[in-house]
């Protein structure tokens, strides 16, 4: 009973902390069609979407605005961007909510919070004016929203980083990918970065976790396209998405859109719903990233185990081979860039470096 009365709680108090979304089409009889996820979802007047978190409110789409349930500076290595501005503080911001429901996820006391009774974290009402001045206060140079899903929330992060661009400051997505090409084109203007997580290469398993693998694919070619920098991440998780074939489809994906796509894979661990299988080990993610080399992608990075993945945090230069950026987990040792070129060969390195 406690569950269901927190869970109607939290439902009232969100549903005040909105404002009238823009990403929508209005249908008949009321209904609307969101544009904010791939889920696209027809929403009758008086309910919800599968986020949970966007409703029709009487033929207008209501969306989350004024609140965050995390706000914290974090390295930028965290995201992770690993050609963003290395070193740099990141001013991340979340709110609650998901369109998918990943039985591993890291974030679910904030993403699964109206899905799962155990979930839940404390909200604080803020402005974009606010958020803004936290950066400024600390000459922060870039916010990332991420924590929770970012797309089902875009209409707030796009009203914090309408105002951070008016001070030069730099904005990115922590994303899943299912994004429409309307949300991209909505963002376009605003984000200059964008993490998207490839969890498998198997429809079958973005089945489990609510999303379709065609749709993030979409994405990483469309944000190739749109020239905002993009870097994939594959959370590698034993007896689901390691084996070598999916590995290397996945790689070979990314090479046929971009050799230049920086690939992270990552370590899993036990999380949430997910108990059932042992943590990644080193030697999964080396093997991963010789896979991903293999496949012909320039910067293959092995994460989540700092210092035991046979210096593949380091970022080393495609043309000569040489270290120009050092990392043990999220801390940068040594960075021997030139404006965004190797000291050595003078080949330039994509990415964000200034």
Not at 116 to 132: F, K, S
Not at 162 to 171: P, T, V
Not at 172 to 193: I, K, Q
């Amino acid at each position: 009973m406690e569950s269901a009365t927190s869970d109607t709680s939290t439902r009232t108090a969100l549903a005040h902390l909105t404002r009238p979304g823009e990403l929508f089409h209005r249908g008949d009889n009321g209904w609307v069609t969101c544009t904010a996820c791939g889920h696209r979802c027809r929403i009758a007047p008086g309910r919800d979407g599968i986020c949970r978190v966007r409703f029709n409110d009487n033929g207008v789409l209501m969306v989350p605005h004024g609140y965050v349930a995390g706000l914290q500076i974090d390295p930028i290595e965290k995201k992770p961007f690993f050609h963003v501005l290395p070193g740099a503080g990141a001013l991340s911001f979340g709110m609650l909510g998901c369109d998918y429901h990943c039985a591993y996820c890291q974030n679910w006391f904030t993403s699964q919070t109206l899905r799962d009774p155990e979930a839940g974290a404390p909200r604080r009402d803020i402005t974009a004016d606010e958020i803004v001045g936290i950066a400024l206060e600390n000459r922060i140079p870039i916010i990332t929203s991420t924590y929770n899903e970012p797309l089902i929330t875009t209409e707030w992060a796009v009203e914090v980083f309408r105002l951070a661009q008016r001070h030069g400051i730099r904005c990115s997505y922590v994303s899943n990918g299912n994004a429409t090409p309307e949300v991209l084109e909505y963002l376009a203007p605003y984000v200059s970065c964008y993490k998207v997580d490839l969890k498998s290469f198997r429809q079958k398993n973005y089945q489990q976790l609510g999303g379709k693998l065609e749709t993030v694919l979409d994405t990483i070619r469309r944000l190739e396209q749109m020239r905002i920098w993009v870097e994939v991440v594959t959370l590698v998780v034993p007896g689901f998405n390691d084996t070598d074939e999916e590995l290397g489809e996945i790689a070979g994906f990314l090479a046929s859109v971009s050799k230049d796509i920086p690939w992270h894979v990552t370590a899993f661990h036990e999380d949430y719903k997910m108990a059932d299988r042992p943590s990644t080990a080193a030697a999964a993610l080396i093997r991963a990233a010789e896979i991903g080399r293999n496949a012909g992608l320039h910067f293959v990075y092995a994460g989540n185990l700092p210092g035991r993945t046979a210096r593949l945090e380091d970022t080393r230069c495609p043309g000569c081979n040489a270290t120009l950026i050092e990392r043990t987990g999220f801390r940068i040792r040594a960075n021997r860039m030139q404006n965004g070129t190797c000291p050595d060969c003078h080949r330039a390195i994509p990415g964000v470096w200034q």
